[in-house]
């Protein structure tokens, strides 16, 4: 049995070596440092932009400013039944119409029958109908309308 063993793996250890500097794709000089220079920080400040293509929307800054304040955000959102059906009800009208992708996309939080709207849309009509469509259900006693009219 041993020698049995000691063969096939006196082969398998032939045909690793034989495999090895194929397979490794280290540079054969070794790369020296010098450990005692640190290595100053980095600038991670963004170079400024030379083009003017336009960039994808970014909301970062928004979000920030909504970290911890008393506005409502989607987490503010009841799990009563008809603050539930209200902002559903909502959404459905509003995805009913022919809207921007971002007036599509606004934030509709419903806590005891008081509806906030946020997010940007892109005109003051965008912001009047999806106001108007969310007071037009049933079960809502305000709505706080907070929609950002954007330049396109």
Known sequence: MN????????AALVAATG??????DRPTTPVTTNPTTPSAPRDMTPAPR???TPREPD?????????GTENKT????????????ITAEIR???MAETLSVNASNCKIMT??????????????AERDLIQAKATAVAGVKSVVNELEVTAP
Do not use: K
């Open 3 to 10: 020698r049995i063993f000691s063969r096939f793996a006196g």
């Open 19 to 24: 495999l090895a500097p194929l397979a490794c």
């Open 50 to 52: 030379t083009d003017t």
């Open 59 to 67: 909301n970062t800054g928004i979000n920030r400013r909504d970290l």
């Open 74 to 85: 989607p987490l503010s959102q009841s799990e009563s039944a008809s603050d539930v059906a």
């Open 92 to 94: 459905r009208a509003v």
């Open 111 to 124: 806590v005891n029958g008081v509806v906030t709207l946020r997010g940007p849309v892109a005109s003051i």
